[in-house]
């Protein structure tokens, strides 16, 4: 098993461990067992891991002497309201949970999202374990403390920063993955392969075959690796002020076409265009050099997360969309553009009619 330390002040008060290893339940309950994390732990998660993991997890902390509870939610981004923040409040509060207890988010992000939110706000914060079950969470949305709950009006537009007590990463969960929610990960795993460096892209570009076979060995070096890249940018910048915006590569398109579509596109390919029209604006704007965009674009196809934009999503849909996103970040759309494999950096700016000729060139 491997353990990644994420330091977040000087205090160490919110530094924690991110362990990561393969069929691990029986240590990560050992693990929080022995912490002092809490004197009492409730696991929320989703109705879906829960028949497949949440009984094995309560059935391990039991073993382990350390007092736990269950609660389920409904699977699904639907589940990620503020409805479900008081249901699961109301069932705290009924199971007699007080400060002395920690949350448990098990499952994809929308377990890690809306468990870390209710920790975050329950009789003023409670501490919150992640053990995240889907290659996404594994690999991004369980590190960094974001917390969020989506409203009407857009997704993730309540939420906190929290950072969680500790990490725990069983990769055999994978196991069980189906395969759209392996892809949108895998979406993720290549955005840190192209912000990171060219040495991790390599490796992705050379892995191809152990990648769709999930091949364990591999899959556990990548998560490994993705970790740590994720922890150090979390490290440097917690709040977003300005490096960790660079893992938004890809991302302010692919938020525009998932919203333009209504969410029919998927995560994972909607930011497999974005990441692509990423590279096709820096190849114009700021030089990136032709092979880097042929590889950027080779990989992504490979793995078969491309799509292309449906015609049926109105240009002025997407253009309202990013403006939208223009809305939250200040007075610009900010893409994430490259100046080679490895380099990444926020653009200010994009000419309108050079995005709207780039989302053209990528419609079906
Ligand atoms: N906080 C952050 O920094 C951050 C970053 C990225 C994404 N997110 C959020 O993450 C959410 C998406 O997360 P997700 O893609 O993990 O979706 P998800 O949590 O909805 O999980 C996807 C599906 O897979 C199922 N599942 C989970 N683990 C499984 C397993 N091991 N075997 C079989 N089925 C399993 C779930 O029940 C669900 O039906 C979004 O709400 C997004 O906003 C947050
Ligand atoms: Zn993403």
Request: proline share 3%; glycine share 8%; with cysteine.
């Amino acid at each position: 098993m491997k353990k990644l330390k994420v330091h977040l002040d000087r205090r160490q008060s919110r530094s924690h461990e991110i362990c990561i290893g393969y069929d691990i339940f029986d240590r990560i309950a050992m693990m929080i067992a022995n912490s002092r994390i809490a004197a009492r732990y409730v696991i929320v998660t989703d109705d879906c891991v829960g028949t497949l993991y949440g009984e094995t997890l309560l059935a391990h902390l039991t073993k382990m002497g350390a007092r736990s509870d269950l609660i389920v939610f409904p699977a699904g981004e639907r589940s990620k309201i503020f409805q479900s923040v008081l249901d699961i409040a109301v069932q705290l509060l009924d199971l007699g949970v007080d400060r002395k207890s920690a949350l448990i988010a098990l499952g994809g992000g929308v377990a890690g999202d809306l468990t870390g939110f209710v920790a975050s706000v329950y009789m003023r914060g409670i501490p919150c374990i992640q053990v995240p079950t889907t290659l996404m969470a594994q690999v991004d949305s369980s590190i960094g403390g974001k917390t969020a709950i989506d409203l009407p009006q857009g997704k993730n537009l309540l939420g906190t920063f929290c950072q969680p007590a500790g990490v725990f990463i069983d990769i055999k969960c994978l196991d069980t993955l189906p395969d759209a929610e392996y892809q949108n990960g895998l979406a993720e795993v290549v955005k840190y392969g192209i912000i990171d460096s060219e040495a991790l892209f390599q490796q992705l570009e050379s892995g191809l075959e152990m990648i769709r076979s999930r091949n364990r060995p591999f899959l556990e070096a990548i998560i490994q690796r993705v970790c740590t890249i994720k922890k150090g940018i979390v490290e440097m910048d917690e709040r977003e002020q300005g490096l960790r915006r660079i893992l938004n590569f890809g991302h302010t398109l692919g938020h525009a076409l998932e919203a333009a579509s209504r969410y029919r596109l998927a995560h994972g390919n909607a930011v497999a265009v974005g990441m692509i029209a990423a590279a096709r604006i820096s190849q114009e704007l700021y030089g990136l050099p032709a092979e880097d965009r042929t590889r950027i674009e080779n990989l992504i196809t490979s793995l078969s997360l491309a799509c292309r934009i449906p015609q049926d999503l109105a240009m002025e849909d997407i253009l309202t969309a990013l403006q939208r996103d223009k809305k939250k970040d200040g007075d610009a759309i900010h893409f994430v553009l490259l100046k080679k494999i490895g380099f990444p950096f926020v653009n200010g700016g994009v000419p309108d009619d050079l995005l709207r000729e780039t989302i053209e060139g990528l419609r079906s």
